[in-house]
């Protein structure tokens, strides 16, 4: 927010220099990002701000000084026409030592070229010959030294200035018309110069994003007196009862309204010295009536609008109209002060009458019943805003205004009542008229302040500083809250201005945090902390999941983390373009950041293909895995089930391109199976794969996964179809989907360890014959559970089918190890094993020694 050094005047005396100003200011919260010298004269040294890292970081300064000597106020005496450019008038001036004759193609000048001497002379900002001045016709801030020429003929070396030329502001299409109080000759810094300060106003103290509030803030910093403005009025028109009537139909969406009525004002720019404030301030001014209304939402922090009562007695068949804040209705539009036709949302306040939309509540006004040069009769309003909503209201529309910016961060209901009076009171000031006696002011549901107890134990316990009762009660005081003395007990009442103070426990860390600021961070000595450490607690289920996360990495994949924000249309992509979409109901967003994400994800796989999709046209080797949650509604309650799953992807070749050579052969389904199954032994867990039909896969290329006869995933190679559909190369993709919570669960608390065996083992191959529908797991599993455990290592190692094996037959030829941790086995024992071993396989499965 930017913020003029000569308004915080207006409301606090400051004599610290801008230097230490600008580092309490920053210490206090109010960080000063930039400070900006208007025509004073820029520091010597660097400005320190804020500490980042250990330490300081300079504030940034710009700006320009204005000669005293160079730079004065001037006054045009005549406007009269360039004898060879009609673009171009001379002007004959006063710089208060004599008259000059000045070139200059100001437009705000040509309604006067021709017309004799003037009857009321214009005082300007005048810059003589050598004064530095910027270009006012040149982008960014370029410095220029005036110097003698001739331009068109005439001899030009000074200048009357527009606010660009002196820093002031980006305007350049005419000259500054200073007020009537200015005096020639005088040096114009010492007549406006100013600093401005550029502090950021974060949420927690959106209180402060206004002159008064930053001036509060101030005051309470040196201990000078804060100058409240007044909200006096005076009542000079008739009453405003039962000229204008009021309903609010949603107290909860608009606690407060306020409404103040003015007739007879007169539409013309604002005085200079008001424009100034404004552009200094970062507003662009319109009128008197619009200038005033910004310049109270400046000042105080409480944004105005106004209608034009004319207006709206005529939209009401001329008799008084009735002012409604409610929800917009079904298809309701209206057309805004930018010129924009809006669809107004259901969830969307507006301020209507009885004919309909009038403006967005606290974010823009509509373009019908806006002030313009007709205006004479101006209605104001002031109020209070559901901050969530008009958050989600400028979300929707995509729509941000001074005003929104400070209803989305909390105004209190009491700054409406204010607002609205100081408001008819500097219209009265810029625009005549008569204010009608009295306000309309609906305030349905009142706000309580909060009440909060603290001790200076409590202070000592938080900060690690003795702060007497006295001392404490001082510094919230010059913050405004009202404070109560019992004993060491102070009753602390918040002020009116504030919603940032909670309840209870809360409202005691509130309070402190204050105290802190105050009193000074830099003040606040290291201590030792004296509470006892509470106990340390593990977290089984993050350690596990960690756990899991090292494994995988371990294995040569990378993790990736998506959007858990989706749509229903980029989920349909893992199943092929025939197969029905997913029919379940989607977690919905009330207030999506794109309009692609607007749900949150049923799939995790679909996520991680959408990286594989983006990372596959740049790189040829992909092996990725994520874990996450996915969304899916309950059957009870309000809120989704989120179970945790694990995604593994690959594509690509088997291995990196090195030097020494490489597996450039394409990762396919065992690849995957091979990375599940090391994940499964190093978190000792068993599982078994089934052939499966799984519509995002590849026939014949997919399985289940089981844990304990329980699915806890798929795994396989992804269907052309759904390839195409996330326009995958046509190298193959393998993806695994797993249910990570069941896997967590299943994990056991520890494992046996044996040791190194000191006998030597026996190893034999066997091949065996067997049906071609017996799957391999099976014949390994009954291997083990025959061999018993002198069997320690079973491993296929060769899949036939050719001309030596019958038709529907396959071969199966497996590695095993037999040994005994306590001896050397003998021969004889190996061949009882196997002979039981191959007596098995006959039996159950049929199985045959191959020859």
Request: charged share 25%; glycine share 8%.
């Amino acid at each position: 927010m930017e913020t003029p050094l000569s308004w915080l005047k207006d409301f606090v005396e400051i004599e610290l220099p801008i230097a230490e100003l600008v580092h309490r200011l920053t210490l206090a919260g109010l960080e000063v990002e930039e400070v900006r010298f208007v025509g004073l004269p820029l520091p010597t040294a660097n400005i320190e701000g804020h500490t980042s890292g250990g330490r300081q970081v300079e504030t940034n300064v710009t700006g320009l000084a204005w000669d005293p000597e160079k730079i004065v106020v001037g006054a045009i005496l005549e406007v009269m026409p360039h004898p060879d450019a009609d673009r171009l008038v001379l002007c004959r001036l006063d710089d208060g030592t004599q008259e000059h004759i000045v070139l200059t193609g100001a437009p705000n000048l040509f309604p006067y070229k021709g017309q004799g001497p003037l009857e009321q002379p214009f005082k300007v900002a005048y810059a003589r010959e050598g004064a530095q001045i910027f270009y006012g016709h040149k982008p960014g801030h370029e410095l220029m030294t005036l110097k003698r020429t001739k331009i068109r003929g005439i001899e030009s070396f000074s200048m009357a200035c527009s606010e660009k030329e002196l820093g002031i502001s980006d305007e350049h299409e005419g000259i500054i018309i200073l007020d009537d109080d200015a005096s020639v000759g005088m040096s114009l810094v010492d007549y406006m110069g100013d600093v401005v300060l550029d502090i950021a106003i974060t949420p927690n103290i959106a209180r402060n994003a206004n002159i008064l509030g930053v001036a509060r803030e101030i005051a309470a910093l040196t201990g000078a007196r804060l100058k409240e403005p007044s909200y006096e009025v005076e009542w000079s028109g008739p009453p405003i009862e039962g000229r204008v009537y009021l309903e609010i139909r949603s107290p909860e969406l608009n606690p407060r309204f306020v409404l103040g009525l003015i007739e007879g004002v007169k539409i013309a720019p604002s005085p200079y010295w008001v424009q100034r404030r404004l552009r200094l301030a970062g507003m662009r001014p319109i009128n008197n009536i619009v200038d005033a209304t910004n310049y109270v939402m400046l000042e105080l922090g409480e944004p105005l609008h106004a209608f034009d009562y004319d207006v709206l007695v005529e939209r009401a068949g001329g008799e008084p109209p009735t002012i409604l804040t409610r929800l917009a209705e079904p298809d309701e539009r209206l057309t805004t002060l930018d010129g924009v036709d809006r669809e107004l949302d259901d969830f969307t306040v507006l301020v209507a009458d009885s004919v309909g939309a009038l403006s967005i509540a606290g974010v823009m006004g509509g373009e019908e019943s806006e002030v313009s040069e007709r205006t004479t009769s101006m209605l104001l309003e002031g109020a209070a805003w559901n901050f969530i909503n008009i958050r989600r209201t400028t979300a929707s529309q995509r729509l941000i205004s001074d005003a929104s910016y400070r209803f989305e961060r909390g105004v209190h209901p009491a700054m409406a009542e204010r607002g609205v009076r100081r408001g008819l009171t500097f219209v009265a000031q810029l625009a005549g008229g008569e204010i009608a006696e009295g306000l309309v002011d609906a305030y349905p549901l009142p706000l309580v302040d909060s009440t909060v107890e603290i001790t200076p134990n409590d202070v000592e316990r938080w900060l690690g500083i003795r702060l007497e009762v006295s001392e404490i009660a001082d510094i919230l005081s010059r913050l405004d809250f009202k404070v109560e003395v019992e004993g060491q007990t102070l009753r602390v009442m918040t002020p009116d201005h504030r919603l940032d103070i909670g309840q209870g426990v809360i409202g005691q860390a509130d309070l402190i945090e204050e105290i802190a600021r105050i009193y000074g961070y830099d003040r606040i000595p290291e201590t030792q902390i004296a509470d006892t450490i509470p106990p340390q607690y593990g977290n089984p289920q993050l350690e596990r999941e960690e756990r899991v996360r090292d494994l995988l990495v371990g294995l040569g994949l990378q993790e990736v983390v998506t959007y858990r924000l989706t749509s229903p249309e980029r989920e349909m992509r893992v199943l092929p373009p025939e197969m029905p979409p997913d029919d379940r109901p989607y977690v919905g967003l009330a207030n999506p950041i794109t309009s692609d994400r607007v749900v949150m994800r049923h799939s995790l796989l679909a996520s991680v293909l959408e990286i594989v999709e983006r990372n596959a046209r740049i790189r040829d080797r992909i092996s990725v895995f994520e874990i996450g949650q996915v969304y899916l509604m309950a059957e009870e309650g309000e809120l989704p089930e989120e179970p945790l799953r694990l995604v593994i992807a690959l594509s690509g070749p088997r291995s990196p391109l090195t030097w020494q050579g490489s597996d450039r052969g394409p990762m396919d389904f065992y690849d995957l199976k091979g990375l599940v199954d090391e994940l499964m032994t190093a978190l000792h867990l068993g599982v078994q794969y089934e052939p499966m039909e799984h519509p995002t896969f590849h026939p014949g290329k997919c399985a289940r996964v089981l844990l304990s006869e329980r699915q806890v995933g798929v795994l396989g190679e992804l269907h052309p179809k759904v390839g195409e559909r996330f326009d995958l190369p046509e190298k193959p993709v393998v993806a695994a989907e797993l249910d990570l919570e069941v896997i967590l669960e299943s994990m056991p608390e520890s494992h046996a360890v044996e040791p190194v065996p000191a006998f030597p083992p026996v190893l034999e191959d066997l091949a065996v014959v067997v049906d071609e529908e017996v799957p391999a797991n099976e014949v390994e599993a009954l291997l083990r559970r025959t061999g018993g455990r002198l069997l320690i290592e079973v491993t296929l190692f060769d899949l036939y089918r050719g001309e030596q094996i019958p038709e529907g037959k396959k071969s199966l030829a497996y590695s095993l190890v037999y040994q005994a941790p306590d001896r050397t086995l003998t021969d004889e024992e190996v061949a009882k094993i196997r002979a039981r071993v191959i007596k098995k396989l006959e039996s159950e499965l049929g199985a045959k020694l191959r020859d």
